[in-house]
């Protein structure tokens, strides 16, 4: 089982930055595929980016491609997200998930088995 609590969300001006944090716990975390979702309102959840905690490949979705940046720290206990040059599109709640084992799809939500409860980010 794995808990995964995000922080982080706030509101920031267009151009700005924000970073996304993720504490994930449980026993089996070391062996999961890691990604962020966001909703907005009136809209399907949808894939932002993902890492594999094995080899460490990164995916982003194209509309966030060289202004987000994924990450985890040594110790694989605490998802990033690093997001900048925030527009007003970018504006969601945002939610980390964790696949268990490592599935393909990453940007599916049925991929995912745990998700967090969500932070709010407006631009």
């Known amino acids: 089982h794995v808990q995964l609590v995000e922080s982080g969300g706030g509101s920031v001006q267009a151009g700005g930055s924000l970073r996304l944090s993720c504490a994930a716990s449980?026993?089996?975390?070391?062996?999961?595929?890691m990604a962020w979702f966001r909703q907005a309102p009136g809209k399907e959840r949808e894939g932002v980016a993902a890492i594999y905690t094995n080899d460490g490949t990164t995916y982003y979705a194209d509309s966030v491609k060289g202004r987000f940046t994924i990450s985890q720290d040594n110790a694989r206990t605490t998802l990033y997200l690093q997001m900048n040059s925030l527009k007003p599109e970018d504006t969601a709640v945002y939610y980390c998930a964790a696949s268990i084992p490592c599935l393909p799809n990453w940007n599916e939500t049925r991929t995912y088995n745990y998700w967090g409860q969500g932070t709010q980010v407006t631009v």
């Open positions: 449980g026993d089996t975390y070391s062996r999961a595929c």
